[in-house]
């Protein structure tokens, strides 16, 4: 009786753990043919200089890494703020953009240090919408919960990893402002960069499945 309930449990976790992986892989492969297409299709107009030509801030892009760090340590950082970091500094080109304003299109925010202030600025700003941002992660399947400090630590790190991808783009940007230089100016390709958020955009993708079906999951088990 013992040696066959061993077994049936033997068996039973055999059949859920190829269960799983069928079900991982699954997903993977279709990412992997999607990814291929777009990587393929990015690649060919990176080459071309069509995002150079845009001159403009291209934020969707960062929403790739971003998302993948976000997921990751999902735990530790409060996602949508750390996220929509991208666009608190890209309010800056905006800005300039829209008002012709006679200022460099990438200034102060995308810097190491002003960038702090921005990431520190947007916390301070969603803080009081987390119970509305609850309900919007909720809807997409997402846990939610966080603090004042975590949203700080989240503006702030989106904004540094924003400058971070944004420097070796763009040779306006001083992120190590006072220092006026960008060291990190076209250090990689540009359509090396964008290859890179392609990927990454992929990845953030299969890991929200991944952890939204968790969220289902769970919320059964619960009922
Ligand atoms: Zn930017």
Do not use: Q
């Amino acid at each position: 009786m013992f040696m066959s309930n061993i077994i049936l449990s033997i068996i039973y976790k055999y059949l859920l753990l190829k269960e799983l992986k069928k079900e991982f892989f699954g997903i993977t492969l279709k990412v992997c043919i999607v990814s291929r297409v777009v990587v393929k299709i990015v690649t060919r107009y990176a080459k071309e200089g069509v995002f150079k030509d845009l001159e403009m801030p291209f934020t969707p892009y960062h929403f790739g890494p971003h998302g993948c760090v976000g997921l990751v340590f999902k735990r530790y950082l409060d996602l949508p703020v750390f996220l929509l970091a991208n666009v608190a500094v890209d309010l800056e080109p905006l800005a300039v953009m829209v008002f012709g304003l006679s200022y460099p299109l990438h200034g102060y925010f995308h810097t190491f240090l002003f960038g702090t202030f921005v990431g520190i600025g947007w916390a301070w700003v969603a803080y009081p919408f987390r119970d509305v941002i609850k309900l919007v992660m909720n809807a997409f399947r997402l846990r939610y919960s966080t603090t004042l400090i975590k949203m700080i630590v989240s503006g702030v790190l989106g904004a540094w990893l924003h400058v971070l991808f944004d420097a070796p783009l763009y040779r306006d940007i001083r992120p190590f402002f006072p220092w006026e230089a960008n060291p990190l100016y076209d250090i990689v390709s540009m359509s090396a960069v964008y290859r890179f958020c392609a990927i990454c955009f992929i990845s953030a993708i299969v890991l929200y499945v991944l952890v939204a079906r968790n969220y289902k999951t769970t919320k059964i088990a619960k009922s």
